[in-house]
């Protein structure tokens, strides 16, 4: 028995090669002529329409204070909530009590870039940061010390909507 | 002698000159106008708005590894890419390009040899162009390869009869087949697209067909056939291909220029086809010929990046049993049109006559496009046998 194949009557308007490709073709010409979006991302990196959110969780950011110490007191709340474990601290403490980061190193490969750090933070001291070109040479310099959290500059990230105080 | 020689020799490095950097434009062309439809930038980074992406690219083709696949025919392997490209590029020889330039030792003709045979020679060296596909699908003892050089030798068999019946035409209404007659015939009336229109839409979609172009890539479909016959290729060869299959563009769309549209002629005035020649008038025709060449390069690849490709079937279906009946048919009553308005209301060839022919085929234009929008010709495959 022969195979029936069930064909759909279309009116010729819609089943019309000839209008179709017509169409088509119109479409694809009237594109020619429409504004680019692309970003030319080396020369450029944010432009009207292509903005990195403020909420972005990039590669963390140490605070300091007006002495250029790291704020941290080394809680260890931080390492204690970090999903990732990246993060390794030794607690130290000066003689007049003030507790201080001794080793504060981030394992930037094992990062999750959750922002748990900086909720958790009761010292607004590291922060996840505004910031993504992370390149390097070795894998080593991936693990970034204290020095280096707070030798960075970029903003840091805001972790919610500002305009949407139920976030906060 | 020796002006004939030299001058011969001048026009061939020029001419050669100028199909090779057209088709590496071509290829910047055709990616940044494929990104534009598709709201992209395209190649933009090497040189100023990309044009020196072509010469990187060939840089990094030569110096690219060449595979030579174990269990391929060498010999026939190395060969195909050059049996590819070279008719390609010999077609250009007959094809006139602008309008003769003075010299302090008399006139060159702007073509680089005015053949009497002009068109039969045209014919003779494209159906050449098809042994390069299926030399290179079955040296590489490839299952895909060879399949795409078999669909590329039935489909430029199949397409190559409508493309020559749509030509008849025009040689016909020319009453030569010498390309440089064709084109002044054309300037002293009308451009033969307007008395031969439909001569010129199958010439046109058979001519996609021939350089196997979407939507007749079937020789290389990607989702098919991973890349038919060019599938083992690699570097500089299967960069040779690409180079013939732009070269054939470049071809065929002078091709279209010279039989339809007039060659390098002006419209509108008889400044240009009347000596004494210049310099200005040279260079003028020259730019002009090289406007409607790529007005029609422009139109292959909007094409390309518009419509989808066909299905084998629709294929050979609209080869066999659409163009080939329609030129023929075509070919009939244009005949009898024409010797009607010869023997019978006896018009010389001229203005009045062209455009007698031209009401002719608008009607017929009206026709054809009414029976394709009802016909459904290219549909589904069940399509001709509902009951």
Not at chain 1, 69 to 80: E, F, I, N, T, Y
Not at chain 2, 109 to 137: K, W
Not at chain 2, 161 to 182: D, E, K, R
Not at chain 2, 249 to 270: E, H, K, N
Request: aromatic share 12%; charged share 15%; proline share 5%.
């Amino acid at each position: 028995m022969a195979i029936t194949v069930k064909v759909m009557r279309r009116p010729s308007g819609e089943a019309s090669y000839l209008r179709a490709t017509l169409t088509g073709m119109a479409l694809t010409f009237r594109h020619l002529f429409r504004p680019r979006v692309t970003m030319q991302y080396p020369e450029e990196t944010s432009t009207e329409q292509w903005r990195m959110s403020d909420r972005w969780r990039g590669t963390h950011r140490m605070l300091t204070d007006e002495q250029g110490r790291a704020k941290c007191v080394a809680c260890g709340l931080c390492p204690q909530i970090c999903p990732a474990n990246c993060i390794k601290l030794v607690p130290g403490e000066d003689e007049e009590g003030h507790r201080y980061p001794l080793i504060y190193e981030i394992d930037e490969f094992r990062c999750i870039f959750c922002g748990y750090c900086q909720e958790v933070c009761p010292e607004e001291a590291i922060h996840v940061g505004w910031h993504y070109e992370n390149a390097e040479y070795s894998r080593d310099r991936f693990v970034y010390d204290l020095e280096r959290l707070c030798a960075q500059t970029h903003p840091v990230s805001t972790l919610w909507d500002p305009s949407d105080p139920r976030g906060e | 002698m020796t002006f004939f020689l030299v001058s011969s020799i001048v026009k061939m490095l020029f001419v050669f000159t100028m199909t090779m950097v057209g088709v590496a434009l071509l290829t910047l062309a055709e990616r940044r106008i494929c990104a534009w439809m598709q709201d992209r930038m395209g190649p933009n980074r090497v040189g100023p708005q990309g044009l020196l992406q072509p010469a990187a690219d060939g840089l990094k083709n030569i110096f690219k590894e060449e595979a030579l696949p174990a269990q391929a025919d060498r010999t026939l392997f190395m060969l195909a890419p050059a049996v590819a490209f070279t008719p390609a590029m010999l077609t250009f020889a007959v094809i006139p390009f602008a309008a003769p330039l003075p010299t302090r030792w008399g006139d060159v003709p702007m073509v680089v040899a005015d053949l009497p045979v002009g068109f039969l020679y045209i014919l003779a060296i494209t159906s050449l162009g098809v042994y390069g596909i299926v030399l290179a699908g079955w040296a590489s003892n490839n299952k895909y390869s060879l399949l795409g050089g078999l669909r590329a030798s039935a489909q430029m068999v199949s397409y190559e009869i409508a493309m020559g019946m749509a030509a008849v035409a025009v040689l016909l209404l020319a009453g030569n087949v010498t390309l440089s007659q064709v084109v002044a015939r054309q300037q002293a009336a009308l451009w033969f697209v307007l008395p031969l229109t439909i001569g010129w839409i199958v010439f046109l979609v058979a001519a996609f067909a021939e350089t196997n172009r979407v939507p007749f890539d079937l020789p290389e479909a990607e989702g098919e056939l991973v890349a038919g016959y060019h599938t083992e290729y690699s570097a500089m060869k299967f960069s040779m291909f690409y180079i013939a299959e732009y070269s054939n563009m470049v071809t065929a769309s002078a091709l279209m220029t010279s039989l339809f549209f007039g060659g390098w002629d002006i419209p509108f005035t008889t400044w240009d086809e009347t000596p004494p020649w210049t310099v200005a008038k040279t260079v003028a025709t020259l730019a002009m010929f090289l406007a409607k060449t790529g007005f029609f390069l422009f139109a292959y690849i909007w094409v390309r990046w518009t419509v989808p490709r066909f299905r084998y079937d629709q294929l050979m279906a609209l080869g066999w049993k659409v163009l080939l009946p329609l030129s023929l048919g075509y070919l009939a009553l244009l005949a009898t049109a024409m010797w009607y308005l010869h023997a019978v209301l006896d018009w010389a060839y001229g203005a009045k006559f062209a455009l007698a022919l031209f009401g002719l085929n608008a009607v017929l234009v009206v026709v054809l496009a009414w029976g394709v929008d009802r016909g459904r010709i290219v549909s589904g495959s069940m399509a001709g046998r509902r009951a």
